[in-house]
């Protein structure tokens, strides 16, 4: 659980995260953090928790942290826990379950019933009354049975239709969520309507729901829509058919933590369902660079490379290379540099004493981080200031590509032992008393 990036994919980078990392500012962190505990019974519990009896996380987010791992563990295991026996109560035999529930029944005496007289026909209560709008068949004041000019073949069409139409699934187009989990994409048509869109990469179109069409035309009166001669059926989820007659184009605009994303003359088919979302088709999103079909052959691709790895006959303990590869990848690197810096206009005459240099340190630098030995330097000490107020900056908006980018970093830093999780303090908290110094 991240307060970073839930402040990012809901766009709040400009309002909080800033100031002193103690008092209003971080409680307002930590509240708003608990508020978007999900699902519900957890943020229950770790609500009256901090109420009661764990105080301390009303305004120190780690120590929140831990205990929402703790109480998402707890609750996991009674979960796993009464699953288990509720399996192993379903397997027992039907003749067992029967006897013990005689046993343990506790006997009762059965009330009398009042005598009712039996009444020839159906109906016990009496005649009902005809349907308001007449026979489905000829309108008459009857039902479709008691028709006297229908006959057995119209009747028996006319229950099967009946039947059909009450045992007929109903038709709607909706994505699976997690229980309770918090919706941040949201997408303006046209600049006047703002929808929630969801990306839909297994739909070869965009799809547009009866109820936000009929909304969208409400402000914009003169908005066109194409007929679709003849109309063309949509298989829904759970295979259920639909037809489309009509088609749009709008102009989206979609809301990101980065900016807006805007799209124009994106083609959608109105679909006559009670759909209040917007579905974005796998040909829209390859447009704007999301593929997943990419993504899974990449993934495919490296877990071959990973078992062709594993299928060598190299012992794992010489394949574990230090941050370079066996083909002086670095003094390749290196001398293209110093080739850029020529090129820029370094001297030439200075040339090769640059390069003679460069290479002569060659072993400090790496392309990629790696597993090296630790480096003999006594370690970074940061001492602060006396009567120095710990603060919080507020917190960056990026772009996806270079956030994607440091946090990928950032765990390659963790996974190499370079940095660690600090859970014991908040972030920026002075050390000891006297000015002891800190070690990062």
């Known amino acids: 659980m991240s307060f970073d990036r839930l402040v990012e994919e809901s766009g709040l980078s400009g309002m909080l995260g800033r100031g002193p990392a103690v008092g ?33 996380a009303k305004v120190n987010d780690l120590v929140l942290h831990d205990l929402v791992i703790e109480r998402a563990t707890r609750q996991q295991q009674y979960y796993l826990m009464q699953s288990e026996m509720k399996q192993n109560s379903t397997l027992r035999p039907k003749e067992d379950v029967g006897t013990a529930s005689k046993t343990h029944q506790r006997p009762f005496k059965q009330q009398p019933r009042d005598p009712v007289a039996p009444v020839g026909g159906r109906n016990v209560a009496g005649p009902r009354n005809p349907p308001r709008d007449g026979c489905l068949i000829y309108k008459g004041s009857h039902w479709a049975r008691d028709c006297p000019t229908a006959t057995a073949e119209q009747k028996a069409g006319v229950e099967r239709m009946l039947c059909e139409k009450k045992y007929r699934p109903q038709e709607r187009v909706k994505r699976i969520i997690a229980d309770g989990e918090p919706g941040f994409r949201s997408a303006v048509i046209n600049g006047v309507l703002d929808v929630p869109f969801c990306p839909d990469t297994g739909s070869d179109v965009n799809i547009i729901g009866r109820p936000v069409m009929a909304e ?17 059926e949509v298989v829904a989820a759970g295979g259920n058919t639909m037809l489309c007659h009509e088609k749009v184009q709008v102009d989206l605009q979609i809301v990101t933590a980065a ?5 124009t003359n994106i083609e959608c088919l109105v679909l006559d369902a009670p759909e209040e979302e917007l579905l974005l088709g796998r040909t829209t999103l390859q447009s704007i660079g999301v593929d997943l079909d990419g993504v899974f052959e990449q993934l495919a691709q490296q877990s071959i490379e990973a078992a062709e790895a594993e299928a060598d006959d190299i012992p794992s303990d010489h394949v574990n290379v230090l941050g370079t590869r066996e083909d002086n990848e670095v003094e390749t690197v290196l001398h293209g540099l110093v080739d850029e810096a020529i090129a820029a ?96």
């Open 259 to 263: 900016g807006p994303l805007r799209l």
């Open 24 to 56: 209003e500012g971080m409680k307002m962190r930590c509240k708003l953090l608990l508020i978007h505990v999900t699902p519900e019974i957890l943020k229950v519990d770790l609500t009256r928790m901090v109420e009661l009896t764990h105080r301390e």
């Open 216 to 232: 969208l035309r409400e402000l914009m009166p003169g908005l066109r829509t194409t007929m679709i001669d003849p109309p063309v």
């Open 345 to 440: 206009g370094f001297e030439p005459t200075r040339a090769e004493d640059l390069r003679n240099l460069v290479m002569e340190y060659s072993d400090v630098f790496r392309v990629r981080l790696g597993h090296d030995a630790a480096a003999e330097v006594e370690p970074l000490e940061v001492r602060l200031v006396g009567g120095a107020q710990p603060y919080r900056s507020g917190v960056r908006r990026y772009p996806e590509a270079q956030r994607t980018f440091l946090r990928e970093y950032v765990r390659e830093l963790e996974a190499a032992g370079l940095v660690e999780r600090n859970k014991t303090k908040s972030l920026g908290m002075p050390g000891a008393a006297g000015g002891e110094a800190r070690h990062w």
